[in-house]
């Protein structure tokens, strides 16, 4: 397999699998907000999450982003989120 080939991996910050990217969510923190990066092109501190219901769940039961990004977290981002998997 050459290099072009390689499908970039990340891991997901609730269940610690490491997945490639376009199954993967990316959340960035910028200006003190969390936004969602579809594009996966904005600038900031990104983490990335398991795009099914499980993993979303435990995102915000476990309060993983309120320590990762060490602020209190909009529950509205979690909203975004299950109805962005359920699309």
């Known amino acids: ?3 072009s080939n390689k499908i970039p991996e990340r891991m997901c910050i609730v ?5 490639p990217k376009n199954e993967l969510i990316r959340l ?5 907000d969390i936004k969602i990066d579809a594009k996966q092109k904005l600038p900031g ?7 099914n219901a499980t ?4 995102l915000e ?3 993983v982003l309120n ?3 060490k602020k209190e977290i909009n529950p509205d981002i979690y909203k975004e989120l299950e109805s962005m998997i359920n699309e």
Request: charged share 40%.
């Open 1 to 3: 397999m050459s290099k």
């Open 55 to 58: 993993c979303i769940h435990n």
């Open 28 to 32: 960035v923190l910028i200006d003190n």
């Open 45 to 51: 501190r990104g983490v990335w999450v398991d795009r």
């Open 15 to 19: 269940c610690r699998e490491m997945k």
């Open 61 to 63: 039961k476990r309060k």
């Open 67 to 69: 320590r990762t990004f």
